[in-house]
């Protein structure tokens, strides 16, 4: 039996989660072959969608787990340890409206009142209170671009890695709210029951990174 | 047949549960009792304008207004009320004072968290015995209490409510950022903290030391390891240490990092935790200051333990789970 049970997302951040692992010499060979199957008790893994990780962490189903910033910070009641920034995956977490004269700030003008379609209606709805501005939240669960142009909504709140898709649908970063990257977060039961184990990791995760960023 | 819904987070407990449930509270009085604990009973329903004397602590979330328009709460925890009943019922009683409660406690609960409006809790308090001796005693009664109900492998989390705050002072860490550092701290954020350590520019040692004592853990050689950087309260620690029996010792893990989240501790604070459970099961920690709100100023210390989750890690451990 593995010392840890790891949560790990599939998605996005599977890739580069799964390179770590190779550096704390987890074998994660049929991981990467095995894109059906979602426990791999035997390296101490389990997969999952990344917003599904803090859920697991915190209940003590894994240790430890690979996270976004974003999907911590939009569950940010879940009681789970954070302990270090892995750097990969960096996405930034963006207000968005169609290009041109910003019809958000025309909204705010005109109604005070802004609508914000979103997957992340607790970060964005925090963001809106802390910029003093009057929200009104419509929670998306598919593409948040369609929002804007079918009229449903003034504005975006939403992910972005690269911009493309924004372009594309003719949608513009107005703001910029925060930068996300990889986290690694723990059980805080098991931060204590199991601290050898995972200082250890910790240490490993950050020797391996400084030797990756010196090459 | 009709659904007829009860409050989410609150339960029916059935026949079969109950003689599980009421076989704990049984070894867990049996040990209270015989440590020289009276169990004592307060309302669960007291005046709001009383209760939030403590101004501290978990916040009544029921509130009820009466047939005469005063405003009622349902106690949130039993540390409160028997604070009050102290500095009442024994304003004049020479102290230390023992009392434990097994009670029924109200909570706020977020939405789809899978939490509890009301659950049971078990503790004691221990009134007017000094910080070592008391805080000893207390360890000592949680130990056996947890050990007679049949838990093997729990371990008891120890660290010093104190320490922190006292580390941001020598740091010259205040207002608002001190308040930002402290809730990193008590949310177990990291990062966070890395971070608001480095915007604060206070020079390397001192951030490093915070950053430290944050994540140490381990047995009590970790004292001697940062010992002379935190003066006082490794020396406390240590001498609590000394007055402990092996029995009892060898369950702590010293935890410099912890910080629980009622604000009432003042010294320190300890946390139980089963393999067998996700979350602590228990926890407790001296709060010197509370009596004195009450009117009567007396050093104390004391701890609760939530059933549920007890019976939850016994269950877990027995393969029933």
Redesign the interface.
Known sequence: MPDLTIAVPRGALLSETLDRLDWLDIDTSEVRSNDRKLLFGDVGVVTMRPSDVPTYV????ADVGFTGKDVLTEQS?T???????LGYGPCTMVLATVSGPDPAAEALRRLGVIRVATKYPKTAADYFERTGRQAEIVEVKGSVELAPLTGLVEAIVDLTATGTTLRENGLVVREEIFLSTA?LI????????K?QAI?ALVDRLRDAEAVRIAR | MAILPIPSGTRDILPDEMRELSSIVGALKGVFADAGFGEITTPALEYEEVLSRADIGARPAYRVVDDHGAVLVLRSDMTVPIARVVATRYATSDPPLRFCYVAPVYRAVRPHRGMSREFLQAGIELVGLPSAEGTAEALTVLCRALEATGLREFRIGLGDAALFPRLLDQAGVDGPARGRVMRELATGDFVGMERELSVLRIDDAHASLLLRVARLRGGPEVLEEIGDAIGDAADGLLRLYERLAPEVARRLVIDLGLARDLGYYTGAVFEVYDPGLGTPLGGGGRYDDLLGRFGRSLPAVGFALRIDDLHQALTARNGHA
Not at chain 1, 58 to 61: D, H, I, L, S, Y
Not at chain 1, 79 to 85: A, M
Not at chain 1, 186 to 193: D, F, G, I, M
């Open positions: 915190e209940a003590g189903a009641e009681d789970v340890y954070e302990l270090l920034d986290r723990a059980n805080p039961v098991a931060y204590k029951l601290a200082d």
